[in-house]
């Protein structure tokens, strides 16, 4: 089994960073892919970003393509977004997940394939 606990979130104004973390404890070899999702009222969860564990390799939403970045710290098991620039638009409940399997790039920002989930982080941006 795999646990993840996120941490990090809060309210900021818009052009602003913030950091979340995910600690993952457990099983935390079996973990393949890793990724960041955001759900807002009334919406869908939706892919923010993913990479994979070992040999990097990440992916993107359109939305936050170069303001965040996905990192996973081996040394401390825990995954990483780093978030610039913030919109209100990435107001949200963000929630990191995880995966056993090495996911194909075209399914790694799909909530579906995942199996373990953190309880969520908000995120709010103000204008």
């Known amino acids: 089994q795999v646990q993840l606990v996120e941490s990090g979130g809060g309210s900021v104004q818009a052009g602003e960073s913030l950091r979340l973390s995910c600690a993952i404890s457990?099983?935390?070899?079996?973990?393949?892919?890793v990724a960041w999702f955001r759900q807002s009222p009334g919406k869908e969860r939706e892919g923010v970003a993913a990479?994979?564990?070992?040999?990097?390799?990440?992916v993107y939403d359109d939305s936050v393509r170069g303001r965040f970045i996905i990192a996973q710290d081996h040394g401390e098991d825990t995954i990483i977004l780093r978030m610039t620039n913030l919109k209100p638009e990435d107001t949200g409940m963000y929630y990191c997940?995880?995966?056993?399997?090495?996911?194909?790039?075209?399914?790694?920002?799909?909530?579906?394939?995942?199996?373990?989930w953190g309880q969520g982080a908000q995120v709010t941006v103000s204008s």
């Open positions: 990479t994979y564990s070992l040999n990097g390799g990440a």
């Open positions: 997940a995880a995966a056993s399997r090495r996911l194909p790039t075209d399914r790694m920002l799909s909530p579906g394939v995942y199996r373990y």
């Open positions: 457990g099983n935390s070899y079996d973990i393949n892919t």
